[in-house]
């Protein structure tokens, strides 16, 4: 969960995301209270309305996962405040938990800070346009022209 930090326009404008991760960060940190011996071989890793996403390694690990929703949904209640009527799925994965993509921030040398039009370059295409069309769309056709020139 980016070492605790979380981007306050995320926080503002989705709060019920931002509190799901949070919870899903404080059920990762105390899974071994919460399921015992099964968090050896397992991990939370997902948490999605009220579906809680666990990777288990082996089938028997699975299915002591399954049977302990109720604990689960219990821990889900009194230790992080969660929706008193909520029923926690639990879904099991076999295996790893699935690879998350990264998102991904476009190279800063990629990002054109300011676009810079030459007024030469769009008199030139103004001067190439059809007499009969009207000035101002002489002015936008050769300003575009121009523009996707540069670019």
Known sequence: MNDGKINLNVARFFPEVVRRLQILDAVKNSWPSIVGAAAKHSIPYDLILDDLYVAAENQHTAQMIQNMRGNITRAF???????????INVIVRLGRPPVMKAINKPAQDNIKQEIIINDEQVNKYISECPEDLPDDAKFAISHLRAYLESI
């Open 77 to 87: 209640i009194t230790r992080y405040k969660y929706d008193n009527d909520a029923k």
